[in-house]
């Protein structure tokens, strides 16, 4: 009887110890789980994810990710359309959201030229305004959309895409009024919104050694000048030809030898080819449709998804190694269906940029990342 008892217990005390392996091995199955202690997994957030419509995005939101950056709502001329004017449920409801989900919360963008409302930087006649007016404009935009999430956003991309590859300052009307000081300025009303939320500059092609110089030299005059910057938003818009691997972590080097934060924002990989290898991320660009341009309509051929999963793991496997200088992954994206991809460069294409495919289904380098990140 005691024999049978014994075995009762050595057959339930492994069946406890298999429970709790199993479940130790799921807990360490998503990838929120396997990178909790590298860095933030974040994505950013469209209107049906916020407003709860993508159900299947939304679980696969909770399940793997933790950060959210909007993906829209907060450009401003989404959240303030018309001088005295703003819109804040949207953002109101991403908010909550992230907050319901335990998320590191992160606001995008407070200053950027392009879907601008087209009252900000003109008078009632079309002309630029005074220095001293958008000015104004400006403090009043980044306090009254900084101040009111106040302690619940923990960080903002305050200025987007101020610098051109060459190193020289886009012509942007904030350019045009105030010239390089604009920048600053627009940390200084952020910090002041918000002393305690964390600052950053975030751009695209920033491989590019002479953009790369003249963003450590912002970082440097800023500095100097007692503003707060935090991090710089290095935007991951791949492609399967550039940039290189070396190319990337330099750039990630060179940042934070500069004492600040390194992000990787706005991550996707194209597999399609690139009409040009320059064309980076700014939404102006449209080229003409070519169908060799958009070769994969029926779905992706085994090695050509092979050559993108192992070009995607080539590139966590670089963040993973330097986790110590990497705060912050975010995809800009759930699932290929929702990628602003489909249609930039060229209208009209079928894209397979993301992690998850459009049943979000996770793909193969999803596994590949988890078992990196916790060998």
């Excluded at 050595?10 to 199955?29: H, Q, W």
């Excluded at 018309?82 to 949207?90: A, H, I, K, Q, R």
């Excluded at 000048?225 to 070396?246: A, E, K, N, V, W």
């Excluded at 190319?247 to 004492?259: R, S």
């Amino acid at each position: 009887m005691k024999r049978i008892t014994d075995l009762l217990l050595v057959s339930l005390l492994f069946l406890s110890v298999s429970s709790c392996s199993d479940a130790s091995k799921k807990s360490e199955d998503t990838l929120k789980s396997a990178l909790k202690d590298k860095f933030y997994l974040g994505t950013a957030l469209n209107q049906s994810l916020i407003t709860g419509t993508d159900t299947e995005g939304l679980r696969v939101l909770r399940e793997h990710f933790s950060s959210i950056v909007a993906e829209n709502c907060m450009k401003s001329i989404e959240i303030h359309p018309e001088e005295g004017t703003y819109n804040f449920d949207l953002p109101d409801r991403f908010v909550a959201l992230g907050e319901q989900s335990g998320m590191f919360i992160v606001g995008h963008t407070l200053i950027w030229h392009s879907q601008l409302p087209a009252w900000f930087c003109v008078d009632e006649k079309g002309e630029n305004v005074s220095p001293e007016i958008l000015k104004d404009r400006m403090k009043g935009h980044i306090s009254a959309v900084v101040s009111r999430y106040k302690g619940r956003i923990k960080g903002w991309d305050v200025v987007n895409e101020a610098i051109l590859e060459d190193g020289s300052y886009r012509n942007s009307k904030f350019y045009e009024i105030l010239g390089e000081e604009f920048i600053p300025l627009a940390f200084q009303y952020a910090q002041e919104a918000d002393p305690d939320a964390e600052l950053y500059y975030n751009d695209y092609n920033e491989w590019y050694p002479g953009k790369r110089q003249t963003v450590v030299r912002l970082i440097r005059t800023l500095k100097e000048r007692g503003i707060r910057i935090d991090g710089i938003g290095l935007q991951g818009h791949l492609g399967m030809d550039g940039p290189s691997l070396t190319e990337y972590e330099q750039t990630i080097l060179d940042y934070a030898n500069e004492g600040v934060k390194v992000m990787i924002t706005e991550l996707d990989l194209s597999i399609l080819p690139s009409p040009r290898r320059d064309v980076g991320a700014d939404v102006a660009t449209n080229f003409e449709y070519q169908k060799e341009l958009n070769p994969y309509t029926e779905g992706v051929p085994e090695e050509a998804a092979t050559a993108w999963d192992n070009r995607m793991f080539d590139f966590f496997r670089l963040f993973l190694k330097h986790s110590d200088k990497i705060s912050r992954v975010t995809m800009w994206g759930i699932a290929d269906g929702d990628s602003w991809k489909n249609n930039f460069p060229v209208r009209g294409r079928t894209d397979y940029p993301l992690l998850f495919d459009r049943e979000h289904q996770p793909k193969p380098v999803v596994q590949r990342i988890i078992d990196e990140a916790t060998k």
